[in-house]
């Protein structure tokens, strides 16, 4: 158990867009807080030059001496809450580690996009895993230098959705730096966050354009409708709820499919009021060189629709067309659209 809340020890892995974000407000707010890097010229730079935030939320700047490549980390170093702020990829590769270096009571937080938790659980076997997602969006423009894009929050549950209390005094242990919610459906959330991400925005990505632009074309709004069907129908094959975020997971008279009128009409809207305009995350990674995290978003649905025996085409033609981009043989174009629709007869 985490003894006293004030003092519960907190390491956030990965001083990227979103851990920069939250360990500077936790800091900010006199937290103890540690922070993991990948190499030691990064944590020489932060030491150095403190973290600044700007945008919502306030302006602020910090000084952080606890902060270190996560190599320099002994597992004698043991912390109450591990905030693990990778990418997909590399979460996967460092969670075992940070597990040894939990507290007995301690927990380990993903917050990735995708289903990181459930496979980190499943990999790592450990039942100090909570489920996350972070609603809170933020970019980086420097090492320690960040800002905060929105009011977000980061919501956590158990990934049994058993209420065991770890995530209230994870909410505790973060409160006055981060907003915390709980829920007791985790997965449902994560889900419904995995199915716009492998809709909204890697189909955005591949287009080159924003949702709102690419929905407007034919083909764009094919491979939505694809996608969002098959992801859709694999989640609840693996018996999750999606639970209602921004808007409703199930388009109105879902029937194993979408049902073409009016009432999805007006559900597209709403997703396009929130999302239609956000630059994809995964263009941007295209234009910095950087990975994509395409295994954990559509190559997961894939992936998990093989293993329920559901067919999903049109995810496993985005996960190849995202590839050929990453490889540098095809850049982000509407042309894409088409394209990756004839790699399985979409069209
Ligand atoms: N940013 C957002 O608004 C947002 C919103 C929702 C969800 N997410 C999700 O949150 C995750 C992080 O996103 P992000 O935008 O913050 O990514 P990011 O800016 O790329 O940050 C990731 C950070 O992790 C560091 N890192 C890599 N390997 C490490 C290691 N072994 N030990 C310690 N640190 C390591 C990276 O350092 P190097 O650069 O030196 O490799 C980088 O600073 C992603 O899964 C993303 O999908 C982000």
Known sequence: MIDSLRTARILVVGAGALGG?????????????WIATRDAKTAATLRATGLHVSGVGGTLAVEVTEVAPLDAYQESDTF?????????????????????????????LPIQNGDVAQALAERVGSSQILGGLSNLGATMKEPGTYEQRNA???????????????????????????EVRVTAN????????????CSVTTIGAVAGRTMREYIALPLGRRLFDLAYDEALTVALAAGVHPQRMLVDPIPPGWSGRSVPGEAREAWLREILAFYGD???????????????EIDFINGHVADLGRTKGISTPANAAIVETVRAISRGELHPDPSL???????????
Do not use: Y
């Open 21 to 33: 974000v939250i360990a500077a407000r936790l800091r900010a707010s006199g937290r103890p807080v």
């Open 337 to 347: 659209l088409g394209r990756t629709l004839d790699r399985f007869g979409g069209t």
């Open 186 to 197: 985790i997965r449902g959330a994560v889900w419904s966050k995995l199915l716009l991400n």
């Open 152 to 178: 977000g929050h980061l919501l956590i549950g158990e990934l049994s959705g058993a209420d065991t209390g770890r995530c209230e005094r994870v909410r505790e242990a973060m409160s006055g730096g981060v």
């Open 278 to 292: 956000v630059k994809p995350s995964m263009l941007q990674d295209f234009e910095r060189g950087r990975p994509t």
């Open 80 to 108: 109450d809450v591990v905030v693990l702020a990778t990418k997909a990829q590399e979460a996967m590769r460092v969670a075992p580690r940070l597990v040894r270096m939990l507290g007995s009571d301690g927990v380990l």
